[in-house]
């Protein structure tokens, strides 16, 4: 057994990886919860209508995941990072 | 028979076929010693688009394209966007798995999700418990998707449901059990590609056949001005409600064994990264144009009673035939892209989990082979024999499949992968509580409507989580070492 505080350093980049993932999940249900019973909650007279859906939807699932898809581009492309999965001693 | 629409069905079925043979001869060159890892896993050699559209493919089943709809259908928009919660998954699972899991199963060699567990908690009941919910529920699972593509393959083409079955059932049998995992997750790119072409058309020739999305909305107001509320078409659909599925449908599919091993089946963390952004979007267009469909189909035949029945025949209503047929296969692709995907996964269980692990831990590679095909074959010509005249169990067993596994395996899977602490006991006392308090909720909400106005998912999971946290501590063990493992030394 090695030395306990020499974790490996893929772990680290790991478990950032996945607290990043809980992170876009929980804005990507705020998001989609705020804006459905936020503005979906008014009298259905008081809708106005984008692109002839009701606005509570459209903020709420569509435009959600257009921002949750440029998240999650912009997300992998800036923080997660490459690791060999492959025991290191194999790959030298 | 409408042959317009067969022949188009038909052709899919051919291509699909031949594809799932023609990636099993990759299969057949690689030497004896892997052949199980190959098999099972296609090698650990998923790049990025058959990775996100396998688990796309695997994940979107009879519900996606049928049931689903067809609620939207009566429920309006509320539905649509309760099914917006699943694009969490095309992200979620793969981020939160991600490299943790994909280096700690390639350390301990691990080919399924019972062999990750085994060889994190060290323990046979884990292993007995964890094989059986497999085996068991998906077996249930998988018969009851089989039946929705033969039922769908009887209402488009007007064969008898026993003729359809046996189509359906040769076509996804031989090049599953030839082809293994490869040929699965190949074939599944294939048909996550159809599904999502497939209901672009069909959104498309819907707006077109309803005089455009405005004009659609009027008359979905004019009819009942619910429909284009969050709160379905009573005014019933709970804030509560549609929000537990986020965890249904949402981040506990991270508990499904079919779509977990996927995440050990990737070849570097590059196909992981082009996976999430293709998962993502592929997830969130089918959702979005297959729900909307439903809700579009309202105005323009008013009056479907049974919601599997929508999709098709508004597929055949606002389309030639010939393009129906091929829009058509979306929904057959996303059947039989779950139900290959579950054969083998169920096959890998018995074989590798069950045979090797108790029955024959010194197989020789020939008798492992053997064994693996034959054990393919056999369980799906179990299913199909079932499927035949589907006993009440079975239909029973599959209620809880979906959420029953989620319950079960989320936290084993999650906290093994993260808490060090997290043990044995934790594992089995969760895995038992949240099957056991699945079953019991589930009669409970079914009796006395919706405890706490949520679905039934919710609790299960909640309490599996504090079973697992409070047996881990109180049996207490020294922290696990995810170091101490080296490659294929199993603890």
Known sequence: ??????????????????????????????????????????????????????????????VGFLLITALVIFVVKVFFKEVPFEEEEELR | MNWEVIIPLLVFLVIIFFIG?????KGAKVSGGDFLQDYFLGG???GGFVLAMTMVATYG?????????????????????????????????????????????RRYQALTLVDF??????????????????????????????????????????????????IFAISVL???????????????????????????????????????????????????????TPFGADGNLGKAYVSSFWILVGVGVVGLPQIAVRSMSYKSSKSMHRALIIGTVVTGVIMLNMHLIGVFARPIIPGIDVGDKVIPLIAMDVLPAWLAGIVLAAPMAAIMSTVDSLLILVSSTVVKDVYLNYIKPDASIKAIKRASFGVTAVLGIIVYILALDPPDLLIFLNLFAFGGLEAAFIWPIVLGLYWSYANKYGAIA????????????HFYNGANGNLFGVHTVTL????????????????????????????????
């Open chain 2, 430 to 441: 969760s895995m038992i509580t949240g099957i056991g308090s699945y079953i019991a909720i």
């Open chain 2, 174 to 228: 031989v090049y599953v059990t030839i082809g293994g995992f490869r040929a699965v997750a190949v074939t599944d790119a294939v048909q996550g590609a159809v599904m999502v072409v497939g209901t672009m058309v069909l959104l498309a020739g819907v707006i077109i056949a309803g005089g455009g999305v405005t004009n659609i909305i009027n008359d979905l107001i004019s009819e009942n001005p619910n429909l284009v």
């Open chain 2, 44 to 46: 650990r050699e998923l």
């Open chain 2, 21 to 25: 043979i023609w990636s099993s001869r």
């Open chain 2, 61 to 105: 089943s009879a519900s996606s394209f049928l049931g689903g709809p067809g609620t939207a259908y009566t429920m309006g928009f509320g539905w649509v966007l309760l099914a917006m919660s699943q694009i969490v998954t095309g992200y979620f699972v793969l981020m939160i798995l991600g490299k943790k899991f994909a280096i700690m199963a």
């Open chain 2, 117 to 166: 567990l085994k060889a994190r908690y060290n323990s046979g009941p884990v292993v007995i418990l964890s094989a059986a919910a497999i085996i068991i529920f998906l077996f249930s699972a998988m018969a009851a998707q089989w039946i929705g593509g033969a039922r769908l393959v009887e209402s488009l083409t007007g064969m008898s449901y026993h003729a359809a079955l046996f």
């Open chain 1, 1 to 62: 057994m090695e030395n306990k505080d020499k974790t490996d350093w893929r772990f680290k980049v790991a478990n950032r990886e996945a607290l990043i993932g809980c992170g876009l999940a929980l804005l990507n249900f705020v998001w989609w919860f705020g804006f459905a019973y936020g503005m979906g909650s008014r009298p259905v007279e008081e809708y106005s209508y984008i692109l002839g859906m009701p606005d509570w939807f459209f903020y709420s699932c569509v």
């Open chain 2, 460 to 491: 299960p999971v909640l309490l599996s989580f504090i079973a697992f946290i409070i047996f881990s501590l109180i049996m207490k063990q020294e922290a696990y070492n995810y170091e101490r493992i080296k490659k294929g030394e199993i603890a």
